[in-house]
C-alpha cells in the first residue's frame, strides 16, 4: 500500500486548511486510515482515524471541534479538514494504513506511511 499524502501550506491563525491522502495499492476496505503529526523536537502524535468500512471516526482531544476526517471510498481518498487552525497544530503532517482494528491511537500498529505534509500556522 502506497499513501500519497498533500495540501499542506501556510496558514494564519484561524484559518483553514484541508488535506488529502490517496492510497494506492492492494487496499482493503477493512483497514483504518489515520492522521498523525509530528512538530520539531516532538514524537509524533495521533490527529485522526477513520474505519474505511463503517465511517466510526477518531479524534484527539486537542483537535476535537476543530478537524473532520472523512473519506471517499471510490477514490481511495481520505480528507483532513482543519479549521479555526492554532500556532500549535504546525506540524508535519502524515497519513497511514493499518489493516487491524485495534489500538487505533497507537501509531506503532500503523503498517503503512505516506512521505508527510508541512502545516505551518502562523501568528
Known amino acids: 500500500v502506497q499513501l500519497q499524502a498533500s495540501g499542506g501550506g501556510l496558514v494564519q491563525v484561524g484559518g483553514s486548511l484541508r488535506l488529502s491522502c490517496v492510497a494506492s495499492?492492494?487496499?482493503?476496505?477493512?483497514?483504518?486510515m489515520g492522521w498523525f503529526r509530528q512538530a520539531p523536537g516532538k514524537v509524533r502524535e495521533f490527529v485522526t482515524a477513520i474505519r474505511w468500512s463503517s465511517g466510526t471516526t477518531y479524534y484527539a482531544d486537542s483537535v476535537k471541534g476543530r478537524f473532520t476526517i472523512s473519506s471517499d471510498n471510490a477514490k481511495n481518498t481520505v480528507y483532513l479538514q482543519m479549521n479555526s487552525l492554532k500556532p500549535e497544530d504546525t506540524a508535519v503532517y502524515y497519513c497511514?494504513?493499518?489493516?487491524?482494528?485495534?489500538?487505533?491511537?497507537?501509531?506503532?500498529?500503523?503498517?503503512?506511511w505516506g512521505q508527510g505534509t508541512l502545516v505551518t500556522v502562523s501568528s
Open positions: 497511514a494504513a493499518k489493516s487491524t482494528g485495534w489500538d487505533i491511537y497507537r501509531r506503532d500498529t500503523y503498517d503503512y
Open positions: 495499492g492492494r487496499t482493503s476496505s477493512d483497514y483504518v
